[in-house]
């Protein structure tokens, strides 16, 4: 079984900044790909930022510039530093991630347990 454990969310100004962890535990094989979306109220889920199975990374278009990605393969942990947040940033943040959990089995798509993250004004 894999898990992914979210951390980092929280409260802050319109301008500041913070960083999410995403920690993929359990039994696995290799990582295909894996990343941020996030859900604003009354909103469908969206990428944020991702690494794909290619290892390139996609961002969505409203975060460009502000938001990065990077990961510790050591670790099974990604992570996304947000600056310069807005309140439209405002949002439940979930990781995701496709994982191969044994060879020659597919891979599974698994999503951590969101963190909230809100942006004041």
């Known amino acids: 079984q894999v898990q992914l454990v979210e951390s980092g969310g929280g409260l802050v100004q319109a301008g500041g900044s913070l960083r999410l962890s995403c920690a993929a535990s359990g039994r696995i094989f290799s990582i295909n790909a894996m990343g941020w979306y996030r859900q604003a109220p009354g909103k469908q889920r969206e990428l944020v930022a991702i690494f794909t199975s290619g290892g390139s990374t996609n961002f969505a278009d409203s975060v460009k510039g502000r938001f990065t990605i990077s990961r510790d393969n050591a670790k099974n942990t990604v992570y996304l530093q947000m600056n310069s947040l807005k309140p439209e940033d405002t949002a439940v943040y979930y990781c995701?991630?496709?994982?191969?959990?044994?060879?020659?089995?597919?891979?599974?798509?698994?999503w951590g347990q969101g963190t909230q993250v809100t942006v004041s004004s």
């Open positions: 995701y991630a496709n994982i191969q959990s044994r060879q020659l089995v597919r891979a599974d798509l698994y």
